[in-house]
C-alpha cells in the first residue's frame, strides 16, 4: 500500500524551528519527487514546497523562502522541511505529498494524513 | 501575480450534474498546466479525483471526469449524491517548479 506517514508538527513559539519528517512507503521513492502542502486553519490548500526526484532541484512558495528548506534521505525513504523563524501564520496543517516521476512534470497524487503546526507564544 | 479562481461555493440537487471550474485570472488553462481535482472533507487530507485534466486514479468513481471547457479546467459530476458534499480544489503547475491552488468550492448537496 502506498503510504505517507508526516511527523514532527506541534507547538513552537514565534521565531523558532521545527522539523518536519514524512515516511513513505509502497512505491519507489527515488522516482519521485515530493512536496510539502499547507493548509491553515478555515482555508484552502498552499503549495509550500518541493523537491525534485533526485534532491538535485528545490523550489519554495514566496512566503516561505528562505525560511523553508526541504530535503530528502533516499536510504530512509523520508523527505524533510526545516521551517525556521517561523510566523503566526505558518500555523497551519503540513500534508506531504507525493510528486511527478523522475524526468516529467504534474501534479499531487498521493497524500499523508497530515501533522499540525502551532506557531504561538 | 497570478490567481487561479474556483467557484467559491455551488449547489447540486441529488441524482444531478454538476460541473465546477478552475481558472486563471490572466490566461487561459490547458492541458499543459496538468490541471488536478481534490476533494476533502472535513478532517481528512484531500483526495485526488482527477489528475492531468482528465486522468482518473483506479478506485474513483466514473461520475466524476474533468476537462477543459473554454479558457478553464472543469470538473463534472454526473449523478451526485450525498457523499460527495466536500470541498473540491483545483492546481496548475504553472512551470519552474510553481503549483498554484485555486480558492476551493464548497459543494453541497441538497
Known amino acids: 500500500e502506498v503510504q505517507l506517514l508526516e511527523s514532527g508538527g506541534g507547538l513552537v513559539q514565534p521565531g523558532g524551528s521545527l522539523r518536519l519528517s514524512c515516511a513513505a512507503s509502497g512505491f519507489t521513492f527515488h522516482n519521485y519527487g515530493m512536496a510539502w502542502v499547507r493548509q491553515a486553519p478555515g482555508t484552502g490548500l498552499q503549495w509550500v514546497s518541493f523537491?525534485?526526484?533526485?534532491?538535485?532541484?528545490?523550489y519554495y512558495a514566496d512566503s516561505v523562502k528562505g525560511r523553508f528548506t526541504i530535503s530528502r534521505d533516499s536510504s530512509k525513504n523520508t523527505v524533510y522541511l526545516q521551517m525556521n523563524s517561523l510566523r503566526a501564520e505558518d500555523t497551519a496543517v503540513y500534508y506531504c505529498?507525493?510528486?511527478?516521476?523522475?524526468?516529467?512534470?504534474?501534479?499531487?497524487?498521493?497524500w499523508g494524513q497530515g501533522t499540525m503546526v502551532t506557531v504561538s507564544s | 501575480q497570478t490567481v487561479v479562481t474556483q467557484e467559491p461555493s455551488f449547489s447540486v440537487s441529488p441524482g444531478g450534474t454538476v460541473t465546477l471550474t478552475c481558472a486563471l485570472t490572466s490566461g487561459s488553462v490547458s492541458t499543459t498546466y496538468f490541471p488536478t481535482w481534490y476533494q476533502q472533507t472535513p478532517g481528512q487530507p484531500p483526495r485526488t479525483l482527477i489528475h492531468?485534466?482528465?486522468t482518473r486514479p483506479s478506485g474513483v468513481p466514473d461520475r466524476f471526469s474533468g476537462s477543459i471547457l473554454g479558457n478553464k479546467a472543469a470538473l463534472t459530476i454526473t449523478g451526485a449524491q450525498a457523499d460527495d458534499e466536500s470541498d473540491y480544489y483545483c492546481v496548475l503547475f504553472m512551470g519552474s517548479g510553481i503549483w498554484v491552488f485555486g480558492g476551493g468550492t464548497k459543494l453541497t448537496v441538497l
Open positions: 492531468s485534466t482528465n
Open positions: 505529498t507525493r510528486g511527478p516521476r523522475v524526468g516529467s512534470w504534474g501534479t499531487f497524487d498521493i
Open positions: 523537491i525534485s526526484a533526485t534532491g538535485g532541484s528545490t
